[in-house]
């Protein structure tokens, strides 16, 4: 069994935190893009709220994923050179997946 790091700990916290937010979130932009959808087809504001929801479900499946990086024991690792992730930027960004060279 993998015993895991005090910040392992910590990040696995805010990454379930976030994922609450998120999932809150995405609900609700899923509601406002369907019930306005009913009475106001041409709203633009629809739009904006699939488009928005969208993006949440790529935040989600990325949390999801440092979620099981955490369980698997990558987590911290660039998964596409697999060099360790700098701990600032895991700091802002708690569901990274790439390090900072990897993603400009
Ligand atoms: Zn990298």
Redesign the pocket.
Known sequence: MKVWSNAEWEQQSRLLDERDRLRRLHTELRAAATSRRDYEPHDVTDDEAAIQADVIEGRLTAVDEALERIDSGGYGR??????Q?AAERLEALPAAA??????S
């Open positions: 660039c998964t596409a050179c697999g060099s992730i790439l390090c900072r060279r990897c993603v």
